[in-house]
């Protein structure tokens, strides 16, 4: 009877699709809740519905329901949005509720959710809720199972909550722009049955990638690989925050890619394991053991680890991707003298520095007059000097003494003695060199680029 039942609701669902709401609903919508702020909003537990331990969203915050008639109704507003991508730089983006990435909806498995969508961008839109197994009518591809959401119109989808997992949503209509300026969100259905899934902290994150030309404020929407800007939740490190757990707890931590290209995120300090895709969860027995996992395009990927006290980079693996704002046209200096042409330049423009014979580590630590509005190439810093990062950067901080629930930077790392690498001054006794290129010019023939313009 209960299936039966249950059919007949699908049925009538997927029969109604997504449709535009009446006036007359309208006047029922829910407030569409904002938010301003950048700062990490850490989730209270439900006041109301089942239970569930809800996640933690880097730089983001998790979206306030409305029960009515034992339905979990959300409101999301689409509408341009300033973000700010680290101190002393945003960006005006495309989001949801006031932020890019649009807030975090959790519910749990068996819910009926009716979701809200308000479209205040300049051109039609509609939601795509990635992974969510629901009736067709509401899978939010505009053209194919909806019209598009007209500017100023609002549409409503329904469905039963049939799976637990880590999901995304996003527009499907003139996609390549509207992800391109930000729009994009975390899902997350919550187990029925929290035990066999608890983990005593639970974080998520979505990868994203713009291309804002330093000085200014709205991404190139039509680049296609060559982004500057990697960030977790549309932040760049170091406004990326850190991942904060108690010594020996379980951590989860859940990332979704909606960028143009796969990430490896690579965790320091212990190996995780892969707990589940947006396919669902993976059974214990199949899980593997991993220090870097690769997330594709259009993947989510959970993983899990037993948190070890210290300070750990996590980071994607891609070192272009742990940078900030640069230009991939300039040449490698490195070995090259630079003396004599930096001498030549400084007369024409005072204060003129030759970087990068000697590598780029220079420019992490020097502060370089920037274009308005934009990061430096590699910043952060850390109790031993500048970390030369930027981007896909954050670090997951485990100390021994957090209480449950405490998110809060907890600052740097007090190593236990003996525990820390540090400068070695008793006399080093002179070790064999390889031949180097210098003792070995005869078979290194430079020749010089003709023709060749960019080489
Ligand atoms: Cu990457």
């Known amino acids: 009877m209960t299936q039966r039942r249950a059919f007949f609701q699908t049925a009538g ?3 109604l699709g997504a449709s535009a709401v009446s006036r007359i609903a309208a006047a029922s919508v829910p407030e569409a809740v904002m938010q301003t702020s950048a700062a990490m909003q850490v989730p209270a ?64 498995e068996g819910d009926r959710v009716r979701l809200f969508v308000t479209n205040r961008l300049p051109e039609v839109t509609s939601v795509h809720w990635h992974g969510v197994p629901l009736p067709s009518g509401m899978d939010g591809v505009s053209g194919l199972t909806q019209p598009p959401i007209g500017v100023g119109k609002t549409f409503v989808y329904e469905f039963v909550l049939q799976r637990s997992g880590s999901f995304m949503y996003h527009p499907h209509a003139d996609e390549m722009t509207q992800i391109a300026m930000g729009l994009m969100g975390l899902f997350i259905v919550h187990p029925k049955d929290p035990r066999p899934l608890k983990v005593d902290r639970d974080f998520g994150f979505i990868l994203n990638a713009y291309d804002i030309e330093p ?30 757990a108690r010594t020996g707890e379980r951590v989860r931590i859940r990332v979704g890619n909606l960028s143009m290209t796969n990430h490896p995120i690579h965790l320091h300090g212990t190996h995780f394991e892969v707990v589940g895709t947006d396919g669902g969860w993976i059974p214990k027995s199949a899980r593997w053991p991993e220090v870097t996992t690769d997330i594709g395009v259009g993947q989510m990927r959970a993983f899990e680890f037993d948190a070890v006290a210290g300070d750990w980079a ?11 704002a640069m230009g991939h046209g300039v ?20 204060g003129y520095m030759a970087m990068g014979e000697r590598g780029m580590h220079d420019m992490a630590e020097m502060q370089m007059p920037l274009p308005d509005n934009t990061l430096p190439m590699m910043s952060g810093t850390g109790p ?71 080489h």
């Not at 930027?390 to 998110?407: A, C, E, H, I, T």
Request: with cysteine; aromatic share 8%.
């Open 331 to 350: 040449p490698t200096m490195i070995g090259v003298d630079q003396r004599e042409v930096a001498r030549k330049i400084s007369s024409l423009i005072p």
């Open 45 to 108: 537990p439900p006041t109301n519905g089942r239970p569930f331990q809800p996640i933690v969203t880097l730089n983001g915050w998790s979206l306030p329901w409305r029960m009515k008639d034992g339905v979990k109704e959300f409101h999301l507003l689409a509408e341009p949005v300033v973000r700010e991508i680290a101190p002393g730089m945003k960006a005006q983006l495309w989001g949801y509720n006031g932020q890019s990435p649009g807030p975090t909806i959790e519910a749990v």
């Open 384 to 454: 031993f000097g500048p970390l030369g990062m930027g981007g896909m950067f954050s670090v997951v901080k485990v100390r021994d003494n957090l209480q449950r629930g405490d998110f809060k930077d907890p600052g740097p790392y007090l190593h236990p003695p003996g525990t820390l690498a540090s400068e070695y001054t008793a006399e080093v006794p002179t070790a064999p060199r390889a031949p180097s290129a210098q003792a070995d010019a005869q078979t290194l023939q430079v020749r010089k680029p003709t023709g060749h313009e960019g």
């Open 215 to 244: 000085g200014s404020a709205t991404p190139r929407v039509n680049t296609m690989l060559d982004f500057n800007l990697w960030t977790w939740n549309s932040r760049a490190f170091p406004g990326i925050d850190p991942l904060v």
């Open 13 to 15: 669902a997927a029969l």
């Open 314 to 324: 996590i980071h994607c693996h891609k070192s272009h991707h742990t940078m900030n």
